[in-house]
């Protein structure tokens, strides 16, 4: 009777945690149809699989990495162009400005109707007209612009510098984490297989009746934790390898 308890707390015990893997499964589900905007319950079907493949297959390079395929450094990047077409927008109020305008028509000098089809009462004349504005002194308003222009672009600038400070930290810290990740994925690994090893050799020598029931409900147990501990592994490796390519910009790249 003893290991038939021993074996119904194990059935309920894996119950318990089947149905709470089906709770948080709905429940994920829920949760990626509103962050990508369809309406909560829509059911959809996920296809693919975790596998060691994608760790096995991902690669990363460094050398040709370009900071402008971070969307917020090719923001910076823009308004650092609009910042400086500004500043020498405002440079240019210092040169001399150079108005020109021509106007010629013809006009009858008479307000009798009757003479407008007459072409000899018809008198051309013409206007041509330059004017040169030299700027000469406005109050240092001119100058304040420029120096509120270049304070802009330098701001820009220390923005981008600290932004690439920041970039080169992200690309650091994901790498390490991946190394990391996939290190302790290969440890994982390996007692993964060093538990079904073992529970393959106990339930043999249970079935043979040289086994306890006892000892194959902890081999059974140490597996499912080890497999756990795998599965997980391999999770936190994949999120991992995305943070890369998320730090260098080639997350959307095919």
Do not use: C, H
């Amino acid at each position: 009777k003893l290991d038939v308890d021993r074996i119904q707390v194990a059935f309920n015990n894996l119950a318990s945690e089947k149905l709470n893997a089906d709770r948080f499964y709905q429940l994920s589900k829920d949760i990626l149809n509103f962050q990508i905007g369809l309406p909560i319950g829509t059911e959809f079907e996920l296809v693919g699989s975790i596998e060691e493949d994608l760790v096995n297959n991902f690669d990363y390079s460094l050398n040709d990495f370009d900071y402008s395929k971070r969307i917020e450094y090719s923001i910076l990047e823009t308004n650092k162009n609009l910042m400086t077409y500004d500043l020498k927008n405002n440079r240019s109020k210092y040169l001399p400005q150079i108005y020109a305008n021509y106007n010629y028509g013809y006009n009858t000098s008479s307000s009798n109707y009757d003479l407008f089809f007459d072409s000899d009462r018809w008198k051309n004349f013409g206007t041509l007209g330059l004017k040169v504005v030299f700027p000469i002194f406005d109050g240092f308003l001119r100058r304040s612009k420029i120096n509120q222009s270049k304070f802009k672009v330098e701001q820009v600038e220390n923005q981008i510098m600290f932004l690439e400070r920041s970039i080169n930290l992200q690309i650091n810290q994901s790498i390490s984490n991946f190394e990391n990740t996939k290190e302790s994925l290969s440890i994982s690994k390996q007692n993964l297989d060093l538990a079904k090893s073992v529970y393959e050799t106990t339930e043999k020598k249970y079935r043979e009746g040289i086994g306890s029931n006892l000892e194959l409900i902890d081999s059974n147990n140490s597996l499912k934790i080890a497999q756990n501990q795998y599965y997980n592994s391999l999770y936190e490796t994949i999120i991992a390898s995305i943070d890369i390519k998320k730090n260098l910009g080639t997350l959307l790249n095919k």
